[in-house]
Each structure stands twice: as C-alpha cells, then as structure tokens.
C-alpha cells in the first residue's frame, strides 16, 4: 500500500473487564473502502470511537497522513478530515435545549440574518451540487421528514461529505434499510470514494453488501482482528468461516 491516509496501530480499550479492542491495527489507502465485520459486541462501534477520538485509547496509535492524532478530541479529528455519518435525527437531538431556543433568536438579530442571506447567496450552489453527487437534487425543497428512510440516508451522506473528508467512518449505515437500498448506498458510497480519492470504513452486517462493495474486510471477533484481506482471501479463511460466517 502507498502511504495510508489513516493508520491505527494496536489499538487497545477496556471496559472494566472487558477487553472491547484488544490490539487492532488497521491502513486505509485513499480512495478505498474496508468494511469492518464481526458479530454483536465485537468491537467495531469502539473502534470507530477510538479512530475519531470520542473515546480514549488504553493504548495504541492512531495516524493520518503520517501524523499522530491519538488523543486529539473528536472536533479536531473532524476538521483534520475524518468524517462520520451520523443518523440525522441524532444530529438535531445533540443540539441542547438552549441551542434550540438560540437557533429560534438567531432569526431576530438584523446582523446575523444579513450574515445568513450573505451565506445563502453561494451556499445553496454548493450544497445542490453535494445532493446531485448522492443523487438527491431532486428533494433539494422537500423537508426531511417526508423523504423515505433510504432517502435519508442519502442526505446523511452529502452532510458528511460537507466537510469534504478524506476518511469516511460508517458505523452502520444502512441499519434499517431494504435489502436492494442497503446495496445501492454502498455502491453510491464505493463510487464517490473513488472519485474523491476519499477512504470509507464502514461496518455492515449483510454479507452481500460486504462482498459486493468492500475492497477490504476486516474481521472483529472479542476484539482482535480475526482476519483481513480481500473479500475472496477473508471468505477462504477457515477461521472465518467457523466463527463468523457459519458455513
Ligand atoms: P460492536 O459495535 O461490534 O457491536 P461495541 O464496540 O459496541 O461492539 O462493543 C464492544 C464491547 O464493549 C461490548 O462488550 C460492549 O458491551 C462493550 N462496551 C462498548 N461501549 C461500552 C461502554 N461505553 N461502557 C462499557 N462497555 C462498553
Ligand atoms: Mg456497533
């Protein structure tokens, strides 16, 4: 691999006694996907809150482009590039009561809306463009509510994309999603990571996504990486197959 925009390196976290990530090492290359696998509690949700800094490694490192960013708290590691796709209904739930009644005010003050209308002059150019690369132009009117839960997610997406990341974290995107919609997010999601040289990790519990639309899969199991490689290499491994993928 070139040099990897983002590098864990034994990565280790516990819970009391539990050991959730125990020694997991990790290289994302620009522009591919890796899909991160393995049963209920293995670990993978932790690893993606140590690979953004929402939680605080025991031990281990995480690097991008080269550079250590093990420690630095989740608002650096997300202006830094690392992205994460967050369900849009937590988005508005992380605000705080007084946040809401703020964005109610914000509306009030002559010199903040003049602000607003000055960023709505350009802003609306960019963020059509973002909903044409989900393909969601469509819906750019429609509030989100009424949109349909695959729509959504769509949407979850461009708003990741805002910040123009160059590492995707995807805990779970397409829980709750039809069978057909969960491959046709992965597929947009694989094609826009190409395109933006972008790195997505995602994790995923429908095998077909997974061998469909990973260039890589890991797989967790107790929190230690089971086994990792290409979709062919990781399904031939017997070890996989006895614990994980029960064939
Ligand atoms: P996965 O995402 O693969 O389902 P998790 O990373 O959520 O796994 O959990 C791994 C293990 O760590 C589980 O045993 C879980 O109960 C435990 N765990 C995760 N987060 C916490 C926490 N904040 N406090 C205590 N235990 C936790
Ligand atoms: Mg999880």
């Known amino acids: 691999m070139s040099q990897p925009v983002l590098e864990a390196e034994n990565l280790a976290k516990r819970f009391g006694g539990v050991r959730a990530v125990d020694d997991v090492s990790l290289a994302l290359a620009a522009g591919e996907v890796l899909a991160m696998i393995g049963p209920n509690g293995a670990g993978k949700s932790t690893c993606f809150n140590l690979l953004n800094g929402q939680v605080r490694a025991d031990g281990g490192h995480v690097r991008l482009h080269g550079r250590e960013i093990t420690g630095l708290p989740p608002r650096k590691v997300w202006r830094l590039g690392v992205g994460r796709t967050f369900q849009v209904a937590a988005v508005f739930a992380s605000m705080t009561v007084l946040e809401t009644v703020q964005v109610a005010l914000l509306s009030r003050d002559r010199r903040l809306w003049r602000l607003w209308r000055r960023a709505n002059r350009h802003m609306p150019g960019r963020a059509r463009e973002l909903l044409r690369q989900v393909g969601m132009d469509w819906a750019a009117e429609r509030t989100c509510g009424t949109l349909a839960y695959g729509d ?46 972008m790195a997505v990790l995602f994790t995923e519990h429908d095998m077909d996504v997974v061998f469909g639309h990973a260039d890589r899969v ?29 064939e």
Do not use: C, F, S
């Open 152 to 197: 959504v997610k769509r949407v979850e997406l461009a708003i990741a994309l805002a910040n123009d990341p160059t590492v995707l974290l995807m805990d779970e995107p397409t829980a709750g999603m039809a069978a057909e919609e969960r491959g046709q997010l992965m597929a947009l999601t694989q094609q826009i990571a190409r395109t933006r040289k």
């Open 218 to 246: 890991l797989v967790l199991h107790q929190g230690r990486v089971l086994a990792h490689g290409t979709p062919t290499e990781v399904r031939g491994e017997p070890e996989v197959q006895r614990v994980y993928l029960g």
